[in-house]
């Protein structure tokens, strides 16, 4: 994908279980921000910083080889906003101030 957006590093819930993930590569299918890959009959987490925690992913898996929480972070915040007509708000951005550095 081509989007370059990041959430905040190192604090997205994303796991894999490679033991548990069969290569049927819906996951990569699903998600909208490009964080998995196939590589070598086996999903990869190539860029866990992209990852907004939509849980599309995880809830597609059938191996159950992918958990993720959604419902938190920079999704749920443009579901809400979209609900209520206003910004998203994540709170994710620095000092307060408006969301800006993922959404």
């Known amino acids: 994908m081509g989007c370059r957006l ?7 819930s994303l796991k894999l ?3 548990k993930c069969t290569g049927c590569a ?3 299918d699903v998600c909208p921000r490009g964080v998995l890959h196939i ?3 086996k999903v990869e987490i190539i860029n866990r910083d ?4 939509c849980g599309a992913c995880s809830t597609n898996c059938a191996f159950n080889a992918i958990s993720v929480k959604s419902g938190v972070g920079c999704a ?4 809400n906003a979209i609900i209520t007509g206003g ?4 709170g994710c ?3 307060g101030r408006s969301s800006s550095g993922c959404c």
């Not at 990041?6 to 997205?12: G, I, M």
């Not at 749920?76 to 579901?79: S, W």
């Open 6 to 12: 990041n959430y905040l590093k190192n604090v997205v």
């Open 17 to 19: 279980n490679r033991e």
């Open 26 to 28: 819906l996951c990569t």
């Open 39 to 41: 590589q070598n009959h």
């Open 50 to 53: 992209r990852c907004i925690e």
């Open 76 to 79: 749920q915040a443009f579901i």
């Open 87 to 90: 910004e998203p708000e994540c």
């Open 93 to 95: 951005s620095k000092n």
